[in-house]
C-alpha cells in the first residue's frame, strides 16, 4: 500500500516570506502526488499534481512542488506567502482499487501567517 | 453554481439516532467519494461510487450505507449513532475513476452526536 507522510503539522512563517511544506511518499509503483488546500471551514481544492514529465509542478496561487523520485518527496513551496495563504495543506498520492482512484492523504501541515 | 454540494452543512443530534447525509455534484463527472475528517484533520476515504456501483468500501461499520440514485447524486445514510461517529464529512466527486484524475470536493457536515 501506498502512503504520504508530511513531516511538519504546523508551519508558521511571516507574511511575504518564502515557505517549504515537506511531504514524503511510499510507493512501489508509477506514483501520481497531489497537493490539495483546505481553507477554514471549506472542503479541499487541488493546488497541483505531478502525474509525470517535468519534475517542477506549478499549480494556482503561485504555488509549485518538485518530485524528487530518489529522495521520494514532493515538498510544496511558495517564495512569497500572503495572509490569505493561512490554510490545512494536505499531500496525497493515488493509488488504484478495483479499479477505482483511492487518494491516500497525508496528515495535513497547517501553515499560519503572521503579518 | 455550487459545484458539489452538500446538505445539511451541521448536523447535531443525539446516539443512536439515524441520520442522513446528501451530496450533488452538477460536473457532469461519473464517480463520487464519501470521506471522514476527524478531529486531527486526517482525512480517509470511506466509500466510491462508479457510475452508481460501489467500488470501494474501506471498512467501514455496517451502520454506513451509501446511496446513489444517480451519477449526480450520493448520500450517506448513518444508522445508530455513535460519540466516534462526530466528525466532518466530505463528498467528492471526479470524471473516472483514474489513479490521475483531479477530485473536486463539496464544503462538507460537520456531524456531532452527543
Known amino acids: 500500500a501506498q502512503s504520504v507522510t508530511q513531516l511538519d503539522s504546523q508551519v508558521p512563517v511571516f507574511e511575504e516570506a518564502p515557505v517549504e511544506l515537506r511531504c514524503n511518499y511510499s510507493?512501489?509503483?508509477?506514483?501520481?502526488l497531489f497537493w490539495y488546500v483546505q481553507y477554514p471551514n471549506q472542503g479541499l481544492q487541488l493546488l497541483l499534481k505531478?502525474?509525470?514529465?517535468?519534475?517542477l509542478v506549478k499549480g494556482i496561487n503561485g504555488f509549485e512542488a518538485e518530485f524528487n523520485k530518489s529522495q521520494t518527496s514532493f515538498h510544496l513551496r511558495k517564495p512569497s506567502v500572503h495572509i490569505s495563504d493561512t490554510a490545512e495543506y494536505f499531500c496525497?498520492?493515488?493509488?488504484?482499487?478495483?479499479?477505482?482512484?483511492?487518494?491516500?492523504f497525508g496528515q495535513g501541515t497547517r501553515l499560519t501567517i503572521n503579518p | 453554481d455550487t459545484a458539489v454540494s452538500q446538505t445539511p452543512k451541521y448536523l447535531v443530534t443525539q446516539m443512536g439516532n439515524d441520520k442522513s447525509i446528501k451530496c450533488e455534484q452538477n460536473?457532469?463527472?461519473?464517480?463520487m467519494y464519501w470521506y471522514k475528517q476527524d478531529s486531527k484533520k486526517f482525512l480517509k476515504i470511506m466509500f466510491s461510487?462508479?457510475?452508481?456501483?460501489?467500488?470501494i468500501n474501506e471498512t467501514v461499520p455496517n451502520r454506513f450505507s451509501p446511496k446513489s440514485p444517480d451519477k449526480a447524486h450520493l448520500n450517506l445514510h448513518i444508522n445508530s449513532l455513535e460519540l466516534g461517529d462526530s466528525a466532518v464529512y466530505f463528498c467528492?466527486?471526479?470524471?473516472?475513476?483514474?489513479?490521475?484524475?483531479?477530485?473536486?470536493f463539496g464544503p462538507g457536515t460537520r456531524l456531532l452526536v452527543l
Open positions: 467528492a466527486s471526479s470524471q473516472g475513476g483514474g489513479p490521475q484524475g483531479t477530485q473536486y
Open positions: 510507493s512501489s509503483v508509477s506514483v501520481y
Open positions: 505531478y502525474l509525470s514529465g517535468s519534475t
Open positions: 496525497a498520492v493515488s493509488e488504484i482499487i478495483q479499479g477505482a482512484q483511492k487518494l491516500v
Open positions: 460536473l457532469g463527472h461519473d464517480t
Open positions: 461510487y462508479n457510475n452508481k456501483e460501489l467500488i
